[in-house]
Nanobody
Framework: QVQMQESGPGLVEPSQTLPLTCAVSGGSITNNNYYWTWIRQPLGKGLEWIGYITDRGTTYYSPSLKSRTSISRDTANNQFSLQLSSVLPEDTAGYYC??????????????WGQGTQVTLSS
């Protein structure tokens, strides 16, 4: 059974870079049936897709966050990471990593991490 666990700072200062890591166990991030994604949810709002990294290491980002986002992976430790630069108050949210199962013309979320709350310090 695949399990995913986010880690990172709960507080980030405005204009700094938010680093988050997702440790994956029970399955390899190089498995060609899956992609690996970051999603966030501000309090009281809907889910927002941030981006994902493929089994081959190719990355795709939300257009609205692309200029500030970088997703990378560490295959030796079976984990992938998010860096969100120049954080703003609106970046305060619950951040989730998830595993996407590839379908013929779509993807579905197969596994969620438990999430981690990130708040900007004043």
């Amino acid at each position: 059974q695949v399990q995913m666990q986010e880690s990172g700072p709960g507080l980030v200062e405005p204009s700094q870079t938010l680093p988050l890591t997702c440790a994956v166990s029970g399955g390899s991030i190089t498995n060609n049936n899956y992609y690996w994604t970051w999603i966030r949810q501000p309090l009281g709002k809907g889910l927002e897709w941030i981006g994902y990294i493929t089994d081959r290491g190719t990355t795709y980002y939300s257009p609205s966050l692309k200029s500030r986002t970088s997703i990378s992976r560490d295959t030796a430790n079976n984990q992938f990471s998010l860096q969100l630069s120049s954080v703003l108050p609106e970046d305060t949210a619950g951040y989730y990593c998830a595993r996407l199962k590839k379908l013929d013309n779509d993807c579905v979320i197969a596994t969620w991490g438990q999430g981690t709350q990130v708040t900007l310090s004043s």
